[in-house]
């Protein structure tokens, strides 16, 4: 690394709403590389920037080198692994393949990740979990929806490796360095089962949730069943927790959503399913949080017969 962390080389793969929005930012400060899965998109992305419309109104255009395979990654590159959790399995190969002392850094919602990852061979890994919203308008073009942090917690390995992620001057992209990861992914999950399952049945962007009172009534109902199956778990999380999440990414096209829109396979196993199953461990029954499952799973069963 160099100048204390900056102009460090960063590779971020998947370039969809937030590889786009991470990327975006980290390039004001870094070499950033955004591998691509479509040759076009990489095209796209090199013919007009990448575009970033910002929360206050305003437009920067960063350059960023976009190509549609995976690069040759220096052992001091930071790989930021911004895929989808079901897209995870087929860059682990890659990811295989790189030095060992490769800092990888993973963003994806949910729990089932987490123990898949550890098994891969790098010395240095870290999770994060985005607070924030961010929506892919077109190929070069990503939203930022929502302030909010990008949490991180290092699980293995060498914490300096990380630390281009602790220097920005950008206050609309703040990291805060968390020491659970396990914890931070279940917290997240717990969030996004609150949001995601109920606006991607209902349609409807983060904020409608708790400005409408039937759903409302549905996220204190799940506060409640959730609270009274993780009471240790969760000491430390409110319902205000959700409410401002909701708030702070009130104009936000959730994940699940924009799968749900796109006809692609949503993240509810590795978010609600993964939370079922800890319930299920401790022989706790989550029927709302179940249902919402459920729902979400004949919407996407509905959907593939209809094909
Ligand atoms: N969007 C949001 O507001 C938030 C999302 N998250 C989480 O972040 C993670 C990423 O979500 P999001 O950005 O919304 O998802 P997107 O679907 O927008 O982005 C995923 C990207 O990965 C690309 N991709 C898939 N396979 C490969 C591959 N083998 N090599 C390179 N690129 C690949 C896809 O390419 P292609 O387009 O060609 O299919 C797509 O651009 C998820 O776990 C989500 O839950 C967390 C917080 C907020
Ligand atoms: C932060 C939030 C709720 C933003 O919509 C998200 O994690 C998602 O959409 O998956």
Redesign the pocket.
Known sequence: MENGGYNVEVVV?????????VASFLSQENNVTL????SE?AEELNRNGLIRKNIDDTISQSSVLAI?E?PPVHTSSLVVV????G?LQ??YP?LTSLPEDTPLLF????LAHFEEVLTLPQKNIAFG????????EN?HTVIH??FGVLKIAIERGDKDLFKLLRQNNEPYFQFEYVSNAEQMLFD?ALL?CFI?PLTALLKVKNGYLIGHKPTFQILEQLFFELKNAFPDEMSHFNFDDVISLCKK?AT?????L??FI?E?PS?IE??AGAILKKADKKSINLPTLTTLYYLIKAAEEKRVEKM
């Open positions: 793969i998947g370039a969809g709403s937030v590889g786009m929005l591998v691509t899965r479509r998109q549609p995976f911004a895929v989808k959790y897209q087929s860059i890659l963003l994806q919602n949910g979990s985005c607070q924030f919203g961010a929506q892919k190929d929806r929502g997240k996004n995601n990414t936000n096209t959730s994940s699940m924009t799968d796109n692609r993240e590795t978010i």
